[in-house]
């Protein structure tokens, strides 16, 4: 009699051939995309297909300036120079680019309100929501911005000599300006002189400034007999305690005395646009002030604008956008529109779904703008708002039900254009209720011709602001990096450099698409990894109709050579012939209806999981039947 041969056939393998499409939390796991995750975390989703570890970070700072997290910080740059400038306990400090922090060069301000740095092309001031803003042109020295009158008017008497108007009486004033930058503060109050007889000259006293902005006087006056009602300019010279004699009418044709060179009063943030600086009021919380054009220094009483929000809202941020401003309330947004830098058109934008938090809620992203507020993460076009963070909303959700409303005044927003990702830090990251960060990379968002879905992640980095060097460096290979400052800490970190977090191990956390078997449950006999060896510890589990099966964990053996460091003949360049396949089986309790894969992986090395597979035996029939 024949022997009966046995059947040696490896089951049906249930593949999952892409892992980068992001989170989608909005669904059941059984009913999400197979290359969607439940969770994804330290992930580098950029190159469809290659799930890989995102790559690490350093601390930047030398030292930490406190338990506490910054007041604010911001990349500037100016015509002459370009620096970084850090907020912490009412102080500012310069950091260098190596990172150390050196000693204060400002002081005495607001010791916990949020600080802002705007800037033109001359100088950068800063912004506390409590002191007139102060001003500096290279980081270091700073002083008020804008120049105060003097106190009182100046000095005269009449004097031999001369050939003023005989009877006539003389009003005379005078301004502390800063030539430097061509500005000057407004004049003095008028003190009158008539000139009789012999005594033709008008002797004018005036008082050195002690601002140490301060370098010139200027001088102005006019025939209040004659019927001059402005004063107009008759000399300028240093700033000293000192005499000037008006010995002659030559100011017929002079510039007038300044008079709408008002110092700016306290402000919350600020942006330039149209040639103007813009500044969100302190005392009237839905006032926009605008300076002088051409007059970032000049900010007259009456130049702003009532934004007419219904819900008694403040304005929260403002972002320039082409011939737009666009100024954000909590759940508002308006567009004031300017074709030139002389006439402005305040318009509800009917199409915003929610506003901001706060003035670091926001950034440009491309065509648009993103800002997050309270319903989510949006893109603003100039006309309509499309939501960004739909995948994530239940963690979203458990954010803002999580956070204090001082926590969501300082969320931070930065879209870093080098890598094509938009990044927002938030105080509770779900499921953990840690801080942390969602991402939202563009690169895979984009990677679908057809479909495409938003593709975010998270990383447990506790972030609590952004700066990025995305201007003119000196340094080219300066341009690009990105830094961020923490939510507890006084200090600065690289972010995106290098393949270690400060030193230590990176991790990449994924949870998978779960896979349904439907009516008749499977048996999950092993699992088959694709993956690039390198150095670091692998960890699996399958969860089976929500149940654990047990971790493994695996050694992945050494890094490859990377393209470009080894050297040609005797290096093996890394690529699709690297890869390999990692089996791991399960125990026998691993049947059900459902398998969801869970990853982790530990280590410095150059990780990727390109797919995997579940070799499961279906069930011929639903049981019970």
């Not at 009449?158 to 502390?176: H, I, Q, R």
């Not at 800063?178 to 008008?202: C, I, P």
């Not at 893109?379 to 963690?395: K, M, Q, T």
Request: aromatic share 10%; glycine share 12%; hydrophobic share 40%.
């Amino acid at each position: 009699m024949a022997k009966k041969s046995v059947d040696t056939t490896i089951g049906p393998i249930v593949q999952v051939r892409d892992l980068t499409g992001g989170v989608n939390l909005r669904p059941t796991a059984t009913v999400i995309k197979p290359e969607q995750s439940r969770r994804l975390v330290g992930a580098m989703i950029a190159a469809q297909g290659e799930l890989g570890v995102y790559p690490g970070w350093l601390t930047f700072s030398t030292t930490s300036l406190g338990a506490r997290r910054l007041q604010g910080a911001k990349r500037i740059y100016l015509a002459a120079s370009t620096f970084t400038l850090g907020g912490d306990n009412g102080s500012v400090y310069l950091p260098t680019d190596g990172g150390v922090w050196n000693a204060a060069v400002l002081t005495g301000l607001h010791a916990t309100n949020p600080m802002d740095f705007p800037y033109d092309r001359d100088i950068v001031a800063v912004f506390d929501g409590s002191n007139v803003p102060k001003k500096s042109k290279d980081g270091t020295t700073w002083t008020q911005m804008g120049i105060s009158p003097p106190g009182a008017a100046p000095g005269l008497s009449a004097v031999a000599g001369g050939s003023l108007v005989d009877g006539d009486t003389y009003g005379v004033s005078y301004a502390y300006g800063d030539s430097t930058l061509a500005h000057y503060g407004n004049e003095s109050a008028e003190a009158t002189q008539a000139a009789a007889g012999a005594n033709l000259t008008v002797r004018v006293s005036v008082t050195a400034s002690t601002d140490a902005q301060v370098d010139k006087i200027q001088v102005f006056a006019r025939d209040v007999t004659a019927g001059e009602t402005v004063r107009r300019w008759v000399a300028t010279y240093d700033n000293t305690t000192t005499t000037h004699d008006i010995t002659s009418n030559s100011w017929d044709a002079q510039d007038e005395a300044p008079s709408d060179h008002t110092v700016p009063l306290a402000m919350q943030f600020g942006v330039v646009w149209k040639n103007r600086w813009w500044g969100a009021d302190v005392a009237v919380t839905n006032r926009l002030r605008f300076s002088q054009i051409f007059q970032g220094q000049s900010w007259p009483s009456s130049f702003y604008v009532d934004l007419p929000f219904e819900r008694g809202e403040s304005i929260t941020a403002l972002v320039p956008l082409g011939d737009i401003l666009l100024v954000f309330g909590y759940t508002k947004i308006y567009v004031i529109i300017g074709q030139t830098s002389l006439d402005f058109e305040v318009r509800p934008a009917l199409g915003g779904q929610t506003g901001a938090f706060g003035f670091r809620a926001c950034d440009v992203l491309e065509n648009g703008v993103v800002h997050a507020g309270a319903p989510g993460v949006y893109l603003f076009n100039g006309s309509s708002d499309e939501l960004l963070s739909y995948p994530i909303e239940p963690a979203w959700r458990s954010f803002i039900e999580g956070s204090t409303a001082a926590e969501l005044v300082l969320v931070p927003v930065a879209y870093h254009k080098l890598t094509k990702e938009l990044r927002v830090g938030v105080s509770v990251l779900y499921p953990t209720g840690a801080r942390g960060e969602w991402i939202l990379d563009l690169n895979r968002s984009r990677a679908e011709a057809e479909g495409a879905t938003q593709a975010w992640f998270a990383t447990d980095r506790p972030v609590g602001g952004y700066v990025q060097w995305d201007g003119e460096e000196t340094n080219a290979g300066n341009h690009g990096r990105i830094f961020s400052w923490s939510a507890t800490l006084g200090r600065l970190y690289e972010e995106r450099t290098g393949m270690t977090a400060d030193g230590g191990n990176r991790t990449l956390e994924y949870d998978g698409y779960m896979v349904p078997f439907g009516l008749q449950p499977a048996r999950i006999v092993d699992t088959y990894i694709e993956y690039q060896p390198c150095a670091g510890t692998l960890t699996a589990d399958l969860k089976v109709d929500g149940r654990l099966m047990g971790t493994q964990s695996f050694n992945l053996g050494s890094d490859l050579s990377v393209y470009g460091t080894a050297l040609y003949g005797t290096g093996t360049y890394a690529g699709g012939v690297n890869r390999q396949i990692l089996p791991v089986m399960w125990p026998l309790e691993a049947d059900g209806r459902t398998a969801q894969l869970i990853l982790k992986y530990v280590g410095t090395g150059d990780f990727r999981c390109y797919s995997y597979g579940h070799n499961a035996f279906v069930e011929p029939v639903p049981r019970g039947l």
